[in-house]
T-cell receptor, first 113, second 112 residues
Framework: GENVEQHPSTLSVQEGDSAVIKCTYS??????FPWYKQELGKRPQLIID?????GEKKDQRIAVTLNKTAKHFSLHITETQPEDSAVYFC????????????FGKGTKLSVIP | KAGVTQTPRYLIKTRGQQVTLSCSPI?????VSWYQQTPGQGLQFLFE???????NKGNFPGRFSGRQFSNSRSEMNVSTLELGDSALYLC???????????FGPGTRLTVT
């Protein structure tokens, strides 16, 4: 089955700096890659996603890039703010008959004011 | 539209008991997936349902079961509870199996 590795597990940045979180996946049939943000005590919230026919997608300060050949995808947050502090999860969905999401272990992002 | 709702939000049960958790998807969504979230294992897939049919099941013992009703609401049941079942149980709904999933607030289950 699919396996998703996520790095780093913790990340601290100064307010205004950029943050990058990287994930690798194992199943070359995977074709959908969402990112979720989970604040303490709250539900995971979908913040951006990308499908395998696209290399990059941006939404204001957030961008995701996908390299299908290398089987990795990354989340980029620019001009970080204290409210960006949360745990971020990447996930991959295989296109081979199953629609389940396989999640990475999460990255705890701390933005220091 | 109202978001995904889950009831109850908190549960405390004793080892050996059973529990039923409920999930109401976003109106119009026909697919519901369930995940177990623990600090050590992260988010792990339990099952997914579409049109009242279980389409896929994760690597969990048979004590974990679920179903989906004709109105797309879903329930999951855990029998013979073990201490290790303590976790946050999240459901997620999507319009179809291949579209974006939106999570509910979860049910925090504590087994003592």
């Amino acid at each position: 089955g699919e396996n998703v590795e996520q790095h780093p597990s913790t990340l601290s940045v100064q307010e205004g700096d950029s943050a990058v979180i990287k994930c690798t996946y194992s199943d070359s049939a995977s074709n959908y890659f969402p990112w979720y943000k989970q604040e303490l005590g709250k539900r995971p919230q979908l913040i951006i996603d990308i499908r395998s026919n696209v290399g990059e997608k941006k939404d204001q300060r957030i961008a995701v890039t996908l390299n299908k050949t290398a089987k990795h995808f990354s989340l980029h947050i620019t001009e970080t703010q204290p409210e960006d502090s949360a745990v971020y999860f990447c996930a991959a969905r295989s296109g081979a008959g199953s629609y389940q999401l396989t999640f990475g272990k999460g990255t705890k992002l701390s933005v220091i004011p | 539209k109202a978001g995904v709702t889950q009831t109850p939000r908190y549960l405390i049960k004793t080892r050996g008991q059973q529990v039923t958790l409920s999930c109401s998807p976003i109106s119009g969504h026909r697919s519901v997936s369930w995940y177990q979230q623990t600090p050590g294992q992260g988010l792990q897939f339990l099952f997914e349902y579409f049109s009242e049919t279980q389409r896929n099941k994760g690597n969990f013992p048979g004590r974990f079961s679920g179903r989906q009703f004709s109105n797309s609401r879903s329930e999951m049941n855990v029998s013979t509870l073990e201490l290790g079942d303590s976790a946050l149980y999240l459901c997620a709904s999507s319009l179809h199996l291949s579209t974006e999933q939106y999570f509910g607030p979860g049910t925090r289950l504590t087994v003592t």
